[in-house]
């Protein structure tokens, strides 16, 4: 059985980190949800732009993978960039997009937690006073629709270089938005904080990049396996990006990459043979 | 209203030719569905896999466009490399999942017609034989779960290569299956045939490659238009990779492609800027 998680949310949950930037995770135990059915997770993960990259996803589920032996993890994509809580709200599409996706995910695993981040496009307005009533009906229209009224939802706080970069004044209230996330998650049930401090972004000043985006996953699974709020770095976090890369890989790994490879165009059909073989 | 159409099938309704290939199209009265809503289109349009790439339906929008002044076209990608007709069935998740995603679409546009390419799977094993009975069942279901029950549907060949190429002999009776698309075609309502004649492969020998998927969907849009089979190639359809590149950018669309490029890495801060103000 597959353990499955959702992920919503706008643009640093989908992923903007450079794919080139970080070693690639590839492990036949990360499960992704495509046209209803489970595939080898291969990044990008949350395909909502043709410039999707890496998110927190591939690193938590690589963290989820050390934990649990054996065990298979499955990511349920449906975050979609520059989206504000309004767009969320549960009589809109994104909101019953995420629960369709998720309910064809339960038929074959168990939805086991939801991954959040959201908040860059509450910035602005005095929109940040209003986040918590706003996403605690998002909060219990999910656990209701999806019949889980006690699942973990882990909530990724903003980064704190927003009010910086040349689209610095779109974000003066970035830090009353993470205070909001952090107190929304310590006062509702089953809710846990994974802070974004000392991450750092692409050169948009907006979207955290490749490197942080590893350790965000490694915070974000600490706060699901601990159930705890997490506020700070982790002891060892500067080494996420090898989470996964220094395990040998298997042969479904090794044939998985070949064909993408392949299929992609970056090798030859006489190097794509040629390494199979080997 | 977006006038919208469904593609389902297999791998090379996703798409496998290669990007870099063709030049890219990018409309912005093209749009395709991603989490339930409306957005450019961008390719590669059906991301089943991470190596997906340049499929039928870039061209057949670009020439609906052509045909259609000042409407707007949306894409609903479910296609899944790989998948037999026993996958599509109408109790497996890839149908409900594409009818999901085509209600999804409906609410906001008006579906206007289903492509289909799919037949790779069904080339050995008598398999051919089984195609009418089973596809008949699965477009009875698409009509039907649709509540519409004349919808057209067009029907690609499969490629006349497939019995070549280093994995050749998985596709004995590719002839039978082709005859058995065409056959269809004809017997059953609002459905027409779209020819691979002539049509090229990737290195693979499996996947058309991007300049044949170019030509592939001016096929698959002259079958809609004309409601009818395509049986040889079309007129002039070798400059079909030029379908929308001689046509000016607009403003949406120069953004769009700088957007993309700076959100991709591929260009920087420095560039962006200065294109954006240009």
């Known amino acids: 059985m597959i353990h499955s998680f959702l992920l919503v949310g706008q643009s640093n949950m989908a992923g903007r980190g450079f794919l080139k930037d970080v070693p690639m995770i590839c492990n036949e135990r990360i499960k992704v949800l495509r046209n209803g059915r489970w595939q080898i997770m291969m990044e990008p993960i949350n395909y909502?732009?043709?410039?999707?990259?890496?998110?927190?996803?591939?690193?938590?589920?690589?963290?989820?993978?050390?934990?649990?032996?054996?065990?298979?993890?499955?990511l349920v994509p449906c975050a979609e960039g520059g989206t504000s809580l309004d767009?969320?709200?549960?009589?809109?599409?994104?909101?019953?997009?995420?629960?369709?996706?998720?309910?064809?995910?339960?038929?074959?695993?168990?939805?086991?937690?939801?991954?959040?981040?959201?908040?860059?496009?509450?910035?602005?307005?005095?929109?940040?006073?209003?986040?918590?009533?706003?996403?605690?009906?998002?909060?219990?229209a999910f656990r209701r629709e999806l019949c889980e009224p006690d699942i973990?939802?882990?909530?990724?706080?903003?980064?704190?270089?927003?009010?910086?970069?040349?689209?610095?004044?779109y974000f003066p209230e970035h830090s009353e938005v993470n205070q909001e996330l952090l107190e929304f998650a310590k006062k509702e049930k089953n809710c846990y904080f994974a802070t974004a401090l000392g991450l750092t972004s692409n050169p948009d000043g907006i979207h955290l990049n490749a490197v942080s985006q590893r350790i965000f996953g490694l915070r974000y699974f600490e706060?699901?396996?601990?159930?705890?709020?997490?506020?700070?770095?982790?002891?060892?976090?500067?080494?996420?990006?090898?989470?996964?890369?220094?395990?040998?890989?298997?042969?479904a790994e090794k044939t998985a990459i070949l064909e993408k490879q392949f299929a992609g165009g970056e090798i030859s059909l006489e190097e794509y043979q040629s390494q199979l073989m080997s």
């Not at 629960?99 to 496009?121: F, P, T």
């Not at 705890?228 to 890369?245: F, M, Q, R, T, Y």
């Open 48 to 74: 909502d732009r043709a410039f999707a990259g890496v998110g927190p996803s591939a690193s938590f589920a690589a963290a989820w993978c050390r934990k649990n032996e054996d065990k298979e993890i499955g």
């Open 87 to 140: 767009a969320w709200s549960v009589e809109g599409p994104l909101f019953e997009h995420a629960i369709l996706q998720a309910k064809l995910a339960k038929r074959s695993s168990k939805l086991e937690g939801i991954l959040w981040h959201q908040g860059e496009n509450e910035c602005s307005s005095g929109l940040s006073k209003l986040y918590h009533e706003k996403f605690l009906k998002i909060v219990e």
């Open 152 to 169: 973990p939802i882990i909530i990724g706080g903003i980064g704190n270089y927003l009010g910086s970069g040349f689209l610095g004044h």
């Open 223 to 251: 706060a699901y396996d601990k159930r705890k709020h997490i506020l700070e770095p982790l002891e060892g976090e500067e080494n996420a990006i090898n989470i996964d890369s220094e395990r040998p890989l298997t042969k």
